[in-house]
């Protein structure tokens, strides 16, 4: 079993829905959870950024942490085609390193 | 002006060729990484330097050699390439080893023929 599982899609919505993006994770010392953006043919970006368990919200992009079921989520509301891209979620732990396990991205589409 | 820059952006060489492609930032970070993404986009650590001493060293075959000149500069060369080599090679920064937030390249596309 991979440390950071995500099903890579594709998942391909209408132009407005509100798209529901997820991780499970096995490590229980992952304490920072973050979610990248990734265009075609470009590197990823950081959409953001949680600490422990709880929601985060920022415009149309809200994030939330299940610590207990070791499970996240990326909620984008009223999507929007330029929201098309591979969404990659990433964990750290808060001791030693802090280099982020990656999960495979999940593959969004979002049609007009 | 481009924060992580990475060069050449393609690369397309022959098996057993050595390569090198090469990576600056211009954030004043002081750790940078190598990840290599593979066809099915999962994206995997090679190699972590903060201030330019080697940090992480993940499972790479020592045909890889990551080479940090300054804290702005970290280059990885490739011996004799093999086909399984084929994937994006993304360079990253962060403000130091403490976060997790990484600024990452446009990604250098190498294909081994």
């Known amino acids: 079993q991979k440390e950071v599982e995500q099903d890579p899609g594709p998942l391909s919505v209408p132009e407005g829905a509100i798209v529901s993006l997820n991780c499970t994770y096995s490590n229980s010392a992952f304490q920072y959870f973050m979610w990248y953006r990734q265009y075609s043919r470009k590197g990823p970006e950081l959409l953001m950024y949680?600490?422990?368990?709880g929601n985060k919200e920022d415009g149309r992009f809200t994030a939330q942490v299940d610590k207990s079921s070791k499970y996240i989520s990326l909620f984008i509301r009223d999507s929007q085609p330029s929201d098309s891209a591979t969404y990659l979620c990433a964990m750290s732990t808060s001791g030693g390193s802090y280099i982020p396990t990656f999960g495979r991205g999940t593959s969004l589409i979002v049609h007009p | 002006d481009t924060a992580v820059s990475q060069t050449p952006k393609y690369l397309v060489t022959q098996m057993g060729n050595d390569k090198s492609i090469k990576c600056e930032q211009n954030l004043g970070h002081d750790t940078m990484y190598w990840y290599k993404q593979d066809s099915k986009k999962f994206l995997k650590i090679m190699f972590s330097y903060n201030n330019k001493e080697l940090i992480i060293n993940e499972t790479v075959p020592n045909r890889f050699s990551p080479k940090s000149p300054d804290k702005a500069h970290l280059n990885l060369h490739i011996n004799s390439l093999e086909l399984g080599d084929s994937a994006v090679y993304f360079c990253?920064?962060?403000?130091?080893?403490?976060?997790?937030?990484?600024?990452f390249g446009e990604g250098s596309r190498l294909t081994v023929l």
């Open positions: 990253a920064s962060s403000q130091d080893l403490t976060t997790g937030e990484l600024f």
């Open positions: 949680t600490y422990s368990s």
